[in-house]
């Protein structure tokens, strides 16, 4: 599962760069200044996340600890459904995506739990 946690990984932060890469030099004259700084949230969880899910990837080469596999799952499950709907919104300004948001925020809340619990089991 390591290896899979450091392709997924690999993929979604090359996704995030080009989302982000796209929102800056093709949307933002298009979109409300309200939108783009949805869209850029989107991207920063993004981010973050991704490292996240390489992180997760590097502790279970190291540390195949009981867990992780779930913290990955729940942070790619939050990238999906929080900045997803994110862009989502931005993209058609259909606002009512935004109730998505707080689910995929729930996930990423979800992913850091299980990855401090995974970490304080193999104390």
């Known amino acids: 599962m390591a290896k899979l946690f450091l392709l997924i990984g690999s993929v979604v932060m090359g996704l995030s760069v080009a989302i982000g890469a796209f929102g ?10 309200r939108m783009m700084k949805n869209y850029q949230t989107g991207v920063q969880y ?3 996340h991704g490292l996240a899910i390489l992180a997760v990837g590097v502790i279970a080469l190291k540390f195949p600890l009981p867990g992780l596999n779930g913290a990955g799952w729940s942070f790619l499950i939050g990238i999906v459904l929080f900045s997803g709907s994110l862009y989502a919104m931005a993209l058609t300004g259909v606002t009512k ?10 996930a990423f809340i979800v992913g850091w739990v299980l990855l401090g619990l995974a970490v304080l089991r193999g104390l």
């Open 24 to 33: 800056a030099h093709g949307l933002e004259p298009r979109l409300t200044e």
């Open 46 to 48: 993004h981010m973050i």
């Open 97 to 106: 995506l935004g109730a998505i948001t707080p689910i995929g925020g729930l």
